[in-house]
């Protein structure tokens, strides 16, 4: 990399934000989680530091490990503490919020800084236009659990310049992570190839055909590492909700992509997986 990156800001202090920050405060970063929200930042630590302390009575880090990744890690809900090098925003799916965070953010950093937004669905190139400098702007889709998946989408738009997306790829290599470049399109790669499992699957649910336990052990059975409906519940139904509507409305509404009540009733009771220890399962035990 031409810029070499030492300071990587997280915004949003949900799971992924978090995930991420612990990823990168791992990996040898001065890493920065910023949540405008107080008490959601005061979560994230104590989460944090519960995580860490797991991975050392599992034996997977050492103690030292654990020492030095909380020393490189600052929690924060002063946008002035947000000076990076690179800035991954993690926040809630709504392109303008994004935009005004990255042109706040714009305001108290140096001209260079690159922003990376983790959106699952929303178009990266809209998000880029309407910050200052687009061409410092692409997607860096993370996967849920972020310290465990390995995949991480590099979304290209029309603005993007071979620098910004070099120092992301580089910097989700040496996230331990595996880079794949993807230009902007609904969905991605990823999300877009997954929409007809969790739909058919729910498909069938909504037919009586198989309820969800058998539906989930049947594609389990044939190769698939964890079925639609657990799966679902690990993403966040309400994650996912919101992304089955930005494809479907972003591909012109086709039938076989249209979301499925069963998605938008959960999301209606706020039964959205394990977050909420309620979904198409419950995680009360």
């Known amino acids: 990399m031409d810029q070499i990156i030492q300071t990587v800001c997280v915004c949003g202090a949900g799971t992924m934000g978090s995930g991420i920050a612990q990823i990168a405060a791992q990996s040898g970063f001065y890493t920065i989680l910023y949540d405008v929200n107080d008490e959601m930042v005061g979560k994230a630590e104590q989460g944090m530091q519960a995580t860490l302390q797991q991975l050392t009575e599992k034996h997977k880090i050492t103690t030292q490990d654990k020492a030095d990744t909380l020393s490189r890690l600052r929690f924060t809900h002063d946008m002035n503490d947000c000076l990076a090098d690179v800035v991954i925003e993690a926040i809630v799916e709504k392109p303008g919020i994004k935009t005004a965070l990255f042109n706040q953010l714009a305001e108290v950093n140096h001209s260079e800084v690159i922003f990376a937004t983790n959106t699952s669905s929303l178009s990266v190139t809209d998000i880029a236009r309407q910050v200052m400098r687009p061409e410092r702007v692409a997607g860096m889709h993370f996967f849920n659990p972020a310290p465990v998946m390995k995949l991480v989408e590099v979304v290209t738009t029309p603005y993007s310049n071979n620098h910004t997306i070099a120092t992301i790829v580089e910097l989700a290599r040496q996230l331990g992570k595996t880079p794949v470049l993807c230009k902007d399109a609904p969905g991605f790669i990823v999300n877009h190839v997954a929409r007809p499992y969790y739909l058919e699957a729910l498909k069938l649910a909504e037919q ?78």
Not at 262 to 282: A, H, I, S
Request: glycine share 10%; hydrophobic share 30%.
């Open 208 to 285: 009586g055909i198989g309820d969800f336990e058998t539906i989930d052990l049947l594609l389990e059975a044939t190769g698939f590492k964890m079925g639609p409906f657990r799966l679902m519940d690990l993403i966040g139904n309400d994650v996912n909700y919101a992304v089955s509507c930005s494809v479907y409305e972003q591909l012109g509404s086709p039938e076989r992509l249209r979301p499925s009540p069963l998605q938008k009733e959960r999301v209606d009771k706020q039964e959205l997986g394990r977050k909420t220890k309620k979904g198409y399962y419950n995680y009360n035990s």
